[in-house]
């Protein structure tokens, strides 16, 4: 049987590969870069561990603990501390808990008394009707005021997308929350319905779904899948073309072209669009926008941060004038993060609200985060480590109008049948989203494929 190509080694990718292998089914993997795992890059120093892109996994399917048993690192697995639970929002240059109740709501100072009644208005806002596609603001704002929309749910657009909730749609960028709407009338009445739906079919809801690392950090799953494939990976591998053949497809790279039984895409926006399909250049998604994103990870001694940082993290509205998007408390969230009374914060820098600040020079970029952090977190003292990553295309933007993109994906598909493409360009931008849209292409592969 001739091997599924699978074009890019990120995580759906090799999740892809790797779920289709233990099927029988024979795979050949494609990177065009040196390196397996993405955005996932795990750093190890002088007792410091820093993660250059994302920091955690969210079980929000089981989906997710499958794949690693399977992978054989679960044994490896480490669950955020339970402190993980406090979030903090910035309100008057301050980190102000979040709520974890309606009773807490009604007390916190990250709201002011009218925002606070006009959530009470909620239930009895009426459905969208007029087919307009709303932005994540419109949408927001119509149902939970401007004042929720600029302290709560603009900080939260940037910690997910770091993007920009007025160009975000929140059918492409939160279906569940345009669902709880469609469904419910009400995202009140949703969230509390709901959840009978989410246990039916084994879902978690996001703020309750378990959140994990491992104990070397991230970089552990995509070396264990990319080990259990071996020589089935290539990198530094470009696919230039994929053209229909007798049964299959022709895949070619710069080494040469392969047959293959079926082909799936796990790649970019911008990798997609440099893709030809049959001769036909896919030149439209060029379009897809994607947020520049800087990390910066500082190590800190205990006693020259104020704030005890205990918790997941800090969000910083645009409301606040501040340099940063946000910070995670990395040496709170997992053990082994920082030497003996030391810390690591993680910190953010860029997006879609100041993408001009992500590309500049990683001593520049320590002065910004240094600055915020002094205002925000007391952070005083030169730090005892340094870390500095850039993604110039690190978030796809689903955008008022994404659906354009959506359906073209699904008309090359039908064009092309055992063509098929998943990943963060469809399929959502978390991990445990990329995830499951692995384990999924490998099912729809499978099921076209001969026994």
């Known amino acids: 049987m001739r091997p599924v190509a699978i074009i890019g080694a990120g995580i759906t990718g090799l999740t892809a590969a ?27 120093s002088g007792g410091y561990l820093a993660e250059s892109g994302p920091n955690t996994i969210l079980e929000t399917s089981p989906v997710v603990g ?4 399977d992978a054989g690192v679960a044994a490896r697995r480490i669950d955020a501390s339970p402190k993980a639970g406090a979030r903090y929002v910035v309100r008057d240059r301050r ?61 939260m657009v940037a910690g997910i ?5 007025q160009a975000l749609s929140v059918a492409h960028a939160f279906p569940r929350i345009k669902a709880l709407e469609d469904e419910y009338g009400s995202l009140i009445r949703g969230r509390i319905l709901g959840a009978r739906a989410r246990a039916r079919r084994g879902a978690v809801a996001r703020d309750r779904a378990p959140m994990f690392s491992f104990d070397e950090g991230l970089q552990i799953l995509p070396d264990a899948l990319a080990a259990d494939l071996g020589d089935a990976v290539t990198l530094g591998s ?24 079926a082909v799936v895409f796990c790649g970019t926006g911008p990798g997609l669009a440099s893709l030809r399909l049959d001769g036909e250049p896919l030149e439209v998604f060029s379009a897809i926008r994607y947020a520049p994103v800087a990390s910066v990870v500082l190590g800190f001694r205990r006693e020259e941060v104020a704030h005890p ?13 501040l340099r940063i998007l946000g910070t995670l408390f990395s040496s709170s969230l997992f053990p082994g993060r920082a030497p003996e009374g030391h810390l690591t914060l993680t910190s953010y820098v860029g997006g879609a609200r100041h993408p001009d600040l992500a590309p500049l020079p990683a001593d520049t970029l320590e002065g ?16 005892t480590f340094r870390h500095h990553a850039f ?9 008022v109008g994404y659906g354009r993109f959506l359906d073209r994906m699904a008309a090359l598909e039908a064009g092309a049948p055992g063509f098929f493409i998943a990943g963060h360009i469809r399929d959502g931008v978390s991990l445990g989203d990329s995830i499951a849209a692995g384990v999924r292409a490998a099912e729809r592969v499978a099921a076209r494929l001969p026994e």
Do not use: N, W
């Open 309 to 321: 940082c205990a918790g997941f993290g800090l969000l910083v509205p645009r409301v606040e004038g």
């Open 161 to 165: 997308y770091a993007g920009d909730p």
């Open 368 to 383: 910004i985060v240094r600055e915020d952090l002094r205002t925000l977190l007391g952070a005083t003292g030169e730090p």
């Open 391 to 399: 993604y110039p295309r690190a978030i796809p933007q689903y955008e």
């Open 95 to 155: 980190p102000v808990e979040v709520p974890a109740g309606a009773l807490g709501m009604l007390t916190t100072p990250l709201f002011s008394t009218g925002a606070k009644l006009r959530l009470l208005r909620e239930p009895f806002v009426g459905r969208c009707r007029d087919g307009v596609e709303e932005s994540v603001a419109q949408f927001v704002e119509r149902r939970l005021g401007r004042e929720f929309l600029d302290r709560a749910i603009d900080p």
């Open 18 to 44: 790797f779920s289709l292998k233990r099927r029988g089914v024979p795979v050949r993997v494609y990177e065009a870069t040196a390196r397996v795992g993405g955005v996932i890059r795990t750093l190890r």
């Open 66 to 69: 499958g794949v690693l048993r």
């Open 238 to 261: 470009p696919v230039a073309e994929v053209r229909s053949s007798q049964g299959g497809f022709t895949v070619a790279t710069p080494a040469g072209s392969a047959e293959h039984a």
